[in-house]
């Protein structure tokens, strides 16, 4: 960890201690999956403007499953309006393509909520993390900076920030089987495709 670290930079910790994502009492939500984004469904979710084909190259992202979507809604009609309608996203900035890689190599595709702490988090040994999370209406925003322990800064910084002002720059999503289908579009309301089938 650096100890050196100036006012406003992010506070890494070693990926067994840092917080993970938090359920409170909707404990139902761990049993939904989450799956990784594609570059482009990345951008489409940040809504960055101007992109190119894979403008954060150590970004790995993982988003709601059709079925996770889908299930939600049922859930929260099943309970008259108790289930949450909540969902997370998470995000994970690496330091380096190479970390990328060779993370990615041993990650599943495909993960259910419930898992995620223990297995994408947790499971970095060697790994320090930053942790930010964001509230945008019905979807939670967990980015995560990764770096390998006893590394001094953060080599992607401005990939960083990039991200983090971009979900800072949302608006809130009303509704997200409508933010995963047309991510400009903030509710059903409109007549659009609601699958997300790619």
């Known amino acids: 960890m650096a100890g050196q670290q100036q006012r406003g930079d992010p506070?890494?910790?070693?990926?067994?201690?840092?917080?993970?994502?938090?359920f409170g009492g909707q404990l139902m939500i761990k049993n939904f999956k989450v799956?990784?984004?594609?570059?482009?469904?990345?951008i489409r979710l940040l809504c960055v403007p101007d992109a190119g084909s894979s403008p954060f190259p150590t970004v790995a992202a993982f988003i709601p499953t059709n079925f996770t979507i889908l299930a939600q809604h049922a859930w929260h009609t099943l309970t008259l309006g108790?289930?949450?309608?909540?969902?997370?996203?998470?995000?994970?900035?690496?330091?380096?393509?190479q970390l990328k890689s060779v993370v990615e190599r041993v990650w599943p595709w495909e993960i259910s909520l419930g898992e995620v702490n223990k297995k994408l988090i947790r499971g970095l040994p060697g790994c320090e993390m930053a942790r930010f999370k964001f509230r945008k209406g019905c979807i939670?925003?967990?980015?995560?900076?990764?770096?390998?322990?006893?590394?001094?800064?953060f080599a992607r910084a401005e990939d960083l920030k990039a991200v983090l002002q971009s979900v800072v720059a949302l608006?809130?999503?009303?509704?997200?089987?409508?933010m995963l289908a047309t991510?400009?579009?903030?509710?059903?309301?409109?007549?659009?495709?609601?699958?997300?089938?790619?």
């Open 11 to 22: 506070v890494f910790q070693p990926a067994s201690s840092v917080k993970g994502l938090r």
């Open 35 to 42: 799956r990784r984004a594609t570059a482009l469904e990345f």
């Open 82 to 97: 108790l289930g949450t309608k909540k969902s997370k996203v998470v995000i994970f900035v690496f330091e380096s393509e």
């Open 140 to 153: 939670t925003f967990y980015v995560y900076a990764v770096r390998r322990q006893g590394s001094i800064g």
């Open 171 to 178: 608006k809130d999503f009303m509704d997200h089987t409508a």
């Open 183 to 198: 991510p400009n579009q903030r509710t059903i309301s409109y007549s659009a495709p609601m699958a997300v089938a790619h």
